[in-house]
């Protein structure tokens, strides 16, 4: 088994990893932006390499969610 220490550590850093990949999803998403701003950023070529990348956020929020989720369970045990 893990140790426990081991498991809240990588939790902490899947949790930052969340964080960091919430961010992604949120600054590429033409709907949290907004239009004024949208309108701005989409003459950029940067970020329309960026926006290109927006589905591939979501599957790096998800993963780093579901095993944030396994580590934490791992440290802490079950809530319920």
Known sequence: MIDALLSVRITFILGITNLIALALVALSCRCILGSKT???LQKYSWYKKFYKMHCYYWWF???????????????????L
Do not use: E
Request: proline share 5%.
């Open 61 to 79: 929020l998800f993963v780093s969610v579901f095993f944030h989720s396994v580590f934490a369970i791992l440290a802490f045990g079950f809530p």
């Open 38 to 40: 949208m309108r701005k």
